[in-house]
T-cell receptor
């Protein structure tokens, strides 16, 4: 039973446009969420995070939105660049037990076309 | 080095062989994690160390999997009598502090992984 779901295996956008990657979760105890980016043959790289006490966190071109009632978060990349092409993983942690333990989604492959 | 390193990067083993995968975390990082990433899946938690103490091994799939971090720095993940279902990328991550929190310094930094193929 997947607790973190990324229902879109892939997404293709044009350079300069907005990329929106979505993530849903089922465990209401999750209260810290992260996005990681992964290039081929490399490990995941931390991108941005958000605590459940917030509904938005912004870092440069990257913004994460959290909708707790819908158990949904999204990552917005504006403007998208070809170098953003990678697999993006959504992850969550449960502070009630052990908040170091990350639960990952399956990832979404983003392709930004020049 | 500046990041987490893992060796070997690729390992091919015959079914039944034992393998050992090494992780060098970022210097000074207290916490170290091992994850298993099967093809088409996200990373799945295997085990966690705080310094040399293995505090959580709940994700290890069987008693054929064993991890150690004897001096609180380098860690080794050992898989005995490998099976085909063990084929995956094994990722190591380290973090400065125990718990996740705001700010990049508290996040988990991943190595490039070791791709294990069991024939």
């Amino acid at each position: 039973d997947q607790q973190v779901k990324q229902n879109s295996p892939s997404l293709s956008v044009q350079e300069g446009r907005i990329s929106i990657l979505n993530c849903d979760y089922t465990n209401s105890m999750f209260d810290y969420f992260l996005w990681y980016k992964k290039y081929p043959a490399e490990g995941p790289t931390f991108l941005i995070s958000i605590s459940s006490i917030k509904d938005k966190n912004e870092d440069g071109r990257f913004t994460v939105f959290l909708n707790k009632s819908a158990k949904h978060l999204s990552l917005h990349i504006v403007p998208s660049q070809p170098g953003d092409s990678a697999v993006y993983f959504c992850a969550a942690s449960d502070p009630g037990g052990s908040n170091y333990k990350l639960t990952f989604g399956k990832g979404t492959l983003l392709t930004v076309n020049p | 080095g500046a990041g987490v390193s893992q060796s070997p990067r690729y390992k091919v083993a015959k079914r039944g062989q034992d393998v050992a995968l090494r992780c060098d975390p970022i210097s000074g990082h207290v916490s170290l994690f091992w994850y298993q990433q099967a093809l088409g899946q996200g990373p799945e938690f295997l085990t966690y160390f705080q310094n040399e103490a293995q505090l959580d091994k709940s994700g290890l799939p069987s008693d054929r999997f064993f991890a150690e971090r004897p001096e609180g720095s380098v860690s080794t993940l050992k898989i005995q009598r490998t099976q085909q279902e063990d084929s995956a990328v094994y990722l190591c991550a380290s973090s400065l502090n125990l718990h996740l929190g705001s700010g990049k310094n508290n996040e988990q930094f991943f190595g490039p992984g070791t791709r294990l193929t069991v024939l």
